[in-house]
């Protein structure tokens, strides 16, 4: 089955910085990658996603890259607020399977 | 919309009890999928719903572990006898296009002693 690895497991930067997270994807037939915040304990929340055939999407200070040849993608979080401090997931969806792979999870702590 | 509800919010019981986790997904949404969360392994993906149909059960860890979707605005997940490494957060989600935007519930942390 996918084997999706997340990196990194914790980043911490200063209110106003940039974040990246990044995942690797191992089935070249994935096809959907998700990604979802989820704060202290609340669950999972969809913030951004990317299908197989577009490069790169942005929503406002959020945007997600993807590099097939390679089987990677990323979030990037652009003018950080303490807002954005949670656990960060991203997933990846095999093409004819109706389940996700989930990474393991960045937290991501924004410093005032 | 209310969103998914899920209860109990928390869950106590003892070893050898029977558990009963609650859902009610977003009016209108016809895909239901039930996930456990644990510190060692991460979200996980133990069964889904299409239209109150069971499609894909694989990931249910154990013959103890059932679920049921009687109508399209409920669902439960069973769990009988309950161990303590079934100790973890459930969550329960729904979507209108199968794993495309789904909407999380809040979750059920359970604890069996």
């Known amino acids: 089955g996918e084997n999706v690895e997340q990196h990194p497991s914790t980043l911490s930067v200063q209110e106003g910085d940039s974040a990246v997270i990044k995942c690797t994807y191992s089935?070249?037939?994935?096809?959907?990658f998700p990604w979802y915040k989820q704060e202290l304990g609340k669950g999972p929340q969809l913030i951004i996603d990317i299908r197989s055939n577009v490069g790169e999407k942005k929503d406002q200070r959020i945007a997600v890259t993807l590099n097939k040849t390679a089987k990677h993608f990323s979030l990037h979080i652009t003018e950080t607020q303490p807002e954005d401090s949670a656990v960060y997931f991203c997933?990846?969806?095999?093409?004819?399977?109706?389940?996700?792979?989930f990474g393991t999870g960045t937290r991501l702590t924004v410093i005032p | 919309d209310a969103g998914v509800i899920q209860s109990p919010r928390h869950e106590v019981t003892e070893m050898g009890q029977e558990v009963t986790l609650r859902c009610k997904p977003i009016s209108g949404h016809d895909y239901l999928f039930w996930y456990r969360q644990t510190m060692m392994r991460g979200l996980e993906l133990l069964i889904y719903f299409n239209n109150n149909v069971p499609i894909d059960d694989s990931g249910m860890p154990e013959d103890r572990f059932s679920a049921k979707m009687p109508n399209a605005s409920f669902s439960t997940l069973k769990i009988q006898p309950s161990e303590p490494r079934d100790s973890a957060v459930y969550f329960c989600a729904s979507s209108l296009m199968a794993v495309y935007e789904q909407y999380f519930g809040p979750g059920t942390r359970l604890t069996v002693t």
């Open positions: 089935d070249s037939a994935s096809n959907y």
């Open positions: 997933a990846a969806k095999v093409t004819g399977a109706n389940n996700l792979f």
